[in-house]
Nanobody, 120 residues
Framework: QVQLRESGGGVVQDGGSLRLSCAAS????????MGWYRQAPGKQRELVAT???????NYADAVKGRFTLSRDNAKNTVSLQMNSLQPEDTAVYYC??????????????WGQGTQVTVSS
């Protein structure tokens, strides 16, 4: 069984910073990619950023230059440093990972979500 455990999130003022972390555990052969999505009230879930095992990142235009995603392949973790946060960044943030397990096809896994609220 695979689990994605998220930490971080909370309430911050406009212009502030937060850091989200996610750790994957279980019988994992490889993870590619891994990252974060978010969902604001009344909106669809959208990409925030992903990173491949080789370190190639993909950011949503809305967060480029403000958010930085990093990864520790040995620990199966990712961290999202969010700077210059804006009220529009308020959402539930979900950790995402495409994981290969022994004897299994590639599957997508999601964390339970962590709330980020940016107050103006």
């Amino acid at each position: 069984q695979v689990q994605l455990r998220e930490s971080g999130g909370g309430v911050v003022q406009d212009g502030g910073s937060l850091r989200l972390s996610c750790a994957a555990s279980g019988s994992i052969i490889s993870i590619n990619p891994m990252g974060w999505y978010r969902q604001a009230p009344g909106k669809q879930r959208e990409l925030v950023a992903t990173i491949t095992s080789g370190g190639t990142t993909n950011y949503a235009d809305a967060v480029k230059g403000r958010f930085t995603l990093s990864r520790d392949n040995a620990k199966n973790t990712v961290s999202l440093q969010m700077n210059s946060l804006q009220p529009e960044d308020t959402a539930v943030y979900y950790c995402y990972a495409r994981i290969r397990r022994s004897g299994w096809a590639l599957l997508d896994y999601w964390g339970q979500g962590t709330q980020v609220t940016v107050s103006s």
